[in-house]
């Protein structure tokens, strides 16, 4: 089983917080994701998901609605 990459290519690093802006994973979870086992893939994918919903929301930045 093949799981996807939560990269969306918005790739900027915040300095605070030692993520990437994008997909909330740090630089060893990027470089780690390619020859990670499915299971450490879930891993990450889980801390993911707790980083987001704690961080504040950005609109149209992972592709929620921008609304005017």
Known sequence: ??????????????????????CYRSIPEITEWSRASDARKRAILGEVALRRAAAPFEPGLRGEPVRE
Do not use: F
């Not at 089983?1 to 994008?22: D, F, K, Y």
């Open 1 to 22: 089983m093949t799981i996807p990459s939560p990269c969306i290519n918005v790739c900027r690093m915040n300095q605070a917080s030692g993520l990437c802006e994008g």
